[in-house]
Nanobody, 123 residues
């Protein structure tokens, strides 16, 4: 089992920055691909970014490309999502997930999920 806990959410003004963390415990974190997802009220959960377990290859949705950066520190069993130039449409609950394949994460399939952290961007 892998337990994931997100943190770092909060209220920021448009144009501001925020860094989310996803801390893992339990089974070894290194082999897993990690993805970030978000869900706004009344909308379906959407893929945001992912990083592969091998090679650190990153993937981003078009809506966040150039603004968000995903990274990982396997020694700390933590994945980060650095969010810059935040927009009101980025407001959502952000979730991290772990799985064996980054391609599966991009499709919304993960073996383990965190509880989410709220990000609110004011105009």
């Amino acid at each position: 089992q892998v337990q994931l806990v997100e943190s770092g959410g909060g209220l920021v003004q448009a144009g501001g920055s925020l860094r989310l963390s996803c801390a893992a415990s339990g089974r070894s974190f290194g082999p897993y691909a990690i993805g970030w997802f978000r869900q706004a009220p009344g909308k379906e959960r959407e893929f945001v970014a992912a990083i592969s377990g091998i090679g650190g290859i990153t993937y981003y949705s078009d809506s966040v490309k150039g603004r968000f950066t995903i990274s990982r520190d396997n020694a700390k069993s933590t994945v980060y999502l650095q969010m810059n130039s935040l927009k009101p449409e980025d407001t959502a609950v952000y979730y991290c997930a772990a799985g064996p394949r980054s391609a599966a994460l991009q499709r919304g399939t993960g073996d383990y999920w965190g509880q989410g952290t709220q990000v609110t961007v004011s105009s």
